[in-house]
């Protein structure tokens, strides 16, 4: 790691584009003003940690997860191509989008949620995530910052990570991290959104909302 040391009014630049300037310190807080392409995500750090671990919290509700209608003997011609990986599971390239045999076994499950599929890491089939499209999830999702900062300039499907908990608790989206796929090219990437709205946690079910044992009003 470089170490550096800066005042106000001092600059850092990184490549060609990106340059950092120290704005002002006080009360052991340092702000600074950064000047990046548009399509690059400057992101805080500890949003990074967040996402990361609601990813493997997702990926580890596994009783939850039905199984999948394909086998795990994929076809090439199913692949999709994340050559960044997905946050928290960056060593897996290559994942499939399955349909479910059925939806969830919850016990507050409700039927009026939009449909999950299976996102399922090609190389390790025990690694795979609850999927919804973000259009679904949310009417006004923007899909298209999403694209943008995915760099793909192709028509493309946004989901969103869903985690349905074994225990029967809260089912939630992340609507902050949305997976990004070119249609044509059939490579994905995970992009960071901040805007107010969307949450790392946006509830979908919550057992407190229901009643009756099957979690319908």
Same mark, same amino acid.
């Given at each position: 790691?470089?170490?550096?040391?800066?005042?106000?009014?001092?600059?850092?630049?990184?490549?060609?584009?990106?340059?950092?300037?120290?704005?002002?310190?006080?009360?052991?807080?340092?702000?600074?003003?950064?000047?990046?392409?548009?399509?690059?995500?400057?992101?805080?750090?500890?949003?990074?940690?967040?996402?990361?671990?609601?990813?493997?919290?997702?990926?580890?509700?596994?009783?939850?997860?039905?199984?999948?209608?394909?086998?795990?003997?994929?076809?090439?011609?199913?692949?999709?191509?994340?050559?960044?990986?997905?946050?928290?599971?960056?060593?897996?390239?290559?994942?499939?989008?399955?349909?479910?045999?059925?939806?969830?076994?919850?016990?507050?499950?409700?039927?009026?949620?939009?449909?999950?599929?299976?996102?399922?890491?090609?190389?390790?089939?025990?690694?795979?995530?609850?999927?919804?499209?973000?259009?679904?999830?949310?009417?006004?999702?923007?899909?298209?910052?999403?694209?943008?900062?995915?760099?793909?300039?192709?028509?493309?499907?946004?989901? $969103?990570? !869903?985690?349905?908990?074994?225990? /029967?608790?809260? =089912?939630?989206?992340? %609507? @902050?991290? #949305?997976? *990004?796929? &070119?249609?044509?090219?059939?490579?994905? $990437?995970? !992009?960071?959104?901040?805007?107010? /709205?969307?949450? =790392?946690?946006?509830? %979908? @079910?919550? #057992?407190? *909302?229901? &009643?009756?044992?099957?979690?319908?009003?």
């Amino acid at each position: 790691m470089l170490t550096l040391t800066r005042r106000v009014g001092e600059r850092i630049i990184i490549g060609t584009e990106i340059e950092i300037e120290v704005v002002k310190v006080a009360g052991g807080r340092v702000r600074l003003g950064i000047r990046a392409p548009r399509s690059l995500a400057v992101l805080r750090g500890e949003l990074v940690d967040r996402i990361e671990a609601d990813i493997l919290r997702a990926s580890q509700e596994r009783s939850a997860v039905p199984h999948a209608q394909a086998s795990y003997d994929f076809d090439e011609s199913m692949i999709l191509h994340f050559p960044e990986g997905l946050f928290g599971m960056r060593d897996q390239h290559r994942f499939v989008i399955c349909e479910l045999e059925r939806q969830p076994d919850h016990a507050h499950f409700d039927t009026r949620l939009p449909p999950f599929r299976a996102l399922v890491s090609a190389d390790n089939p025990l690694i795979r995530l609850l999927v919804a499209d973000a259009k679904e999830v949310m009417a006004d999702y923007p899909i298209q910052r999403a694209q943008v900062l995915a760099g793909l300039p192709e028509e493309v499907a946004v989901a $969103v990570v !869903v985690t349905v908990p074994a225990d /029967g608790s809260t =089912i939630t989206a992340n %609507l @902050a991290a #949305p997976v *990004v796929i &070119g249609l044509e090219s059939r490579q994905g $990437v995970q !992009v960071v959104l901040e805007r107010q /709205g969307l949450d =790392i946690g946006c509830v %979908l @079910a919550n #057992p407190s *909302v229901h &009643g009756g044992d099957d979690g319908r009003p």
